[in-house]
């Protein structure tokens, strides 16, 4: 009785040749999902991160100027907005009606025409935002509240740009913060894939003093 016949080198020479290219197919699919799943969650991230401090800066400007009176808290010194540049305005933000000053700060990066990369601090652009509490005696002088090594705590990065209109109760440009009724934010993000080129995301939000 004969034994069963087997394949040809020829046969399992084109067997792994078909193997392979279904293999390299396969192979690249998976590469190109990966590589646009990557990419959909940097867009993500990139818009989140700047859409929560927008969302931020906006739920506390709302709250500017607003500074009940209360035994052991000193009134404050100034008003609502006291600064366009950084953003800095005064309320109570902590429920504990003692008057606070807000400052966001925006730090470009050194290197504008470059990517934002974690890896680099000279391309990363960044929103800073501090809280201090008045120590009651001259107007200027504001300490770190709660106290801390530094006041200052990142909030946002890969910020390309951030842009705030100041607009007085008419509707034109405010001449000096006190004018301030009406502030427009919009800030850019970026998000930066490998593979992908660099994308930016511009978000914007609109807000009216309400306690002026």
Same mark, same amino acid.
């Given at each position: 009785?004969?034994?069963?016949?087997?394949?040809?080198?020829?046969?399992?020479?084109?067997?792994?040749?078909?193997?392979?290219?279904?293999?390299?197919?396969?192979?690249?699919?998976?590469?190109?999902?990966?590589?646009?799943?990557?990419?959909?969650?940097?867009?993500?991230?990139?818009?989140?991160?700047?859409?929560?401090?927008?969302?931020?800066?906006?739920?506390?400007?709302?709250?500017?100027? $607003?500074?009940? &009176?209360?035994? #052991?808290?000193?009134?404050? +010194?100034?008003?609502?907005?006291?600064?366009?540049?950084?953003? !800095?305005?005064?309320?109570?933000?902590?429920?504990?009606?003692?008057?606070?000053?807000?400052?966001?700060?925006?730090?470009?990066?050194?290197?504008?025409?470059?990517?934002?990369?974690?890896?680099?601090?000279?391309?990363?652009?960044?929103?800073?935002?501090?809280?201090?509490?008045?120590?009651?005696?001259?107007?200027?002088?504001?300490?770190?509240?709660?106290?801390?090594?530094?006041?200052?705590?990142?909030?946002?990065?890969?910020?390309?740009?951030?842009?705030?209109? $100041?607009?007085? &109760?008419?509707? #034109?440009?405010?001449?000096? +913060?006190?004018?301030?009724?009406?502030?427009?934010?919009?800030? !850019?993000?970026?998000?930066?894939?490998?593979?992908?080129?660099?994308?930016?995301?511009?978000?914007?939000?609109?807000?009216?003093?309400?306690?002026?």
């Amino acid at each position: 009785m004969s034994g069963a016949g087997g394949f040809s080198l020829i046969e399992m020479l084109i067997g792994s040749a078909v193997f392979v290219v279904v293999l390299l197919a396969v192979l690249m699919i998976l590469d190109v999902s990966q590589r646009d799943y990557a990419s959909g969650a940097a867009k993500s991230d990139a818009q989140q991160n700047v859409r929560v401090v927008l969302e931020s800066m906006a739920r506390e400007l709302r709250m500017a100027g $607003y500074a009940p &009176s209360k035994a #052991g808290c000193l009134p404050p +010194p100034v008003g609502a907005v006291t600064a366009f540049n950084p953003l !800095t305005f005064q309320a109570d933000l902590d429920g504990n009606n003692c008057v606070d000053q807000v400052i966001y700060t925006f730090d470009a990066p050194t290197h504008t025409t470059k990517p934002c990369d974690v890896s680099d601090p000279d391309t990363i652009g960044k929103i800073t935002r501090s809280v201090q509490a008045w120590d009651g005696g001259d107007p200027a002088n504001w300490n770190p509240d709660p106290p801390a090594p530094t006041d200052k705590f990142e909030v946002a990065q890969c910020v390309k740009a951030l842009t705030i209109t $100041y607009y007085n &109760s008419t509707g #034109g440009a405010a001449a000096t +913060p006190a004018d301030g009724r009406r502030i427009t934010i919009s800030i !850019t993000g970026e998000e930066n894939v490998r593979g992908h080129a660099p994308r930016a995301y511009t978000v914007s939000t609109d807000v009216r003093l309400r306690n002026l």
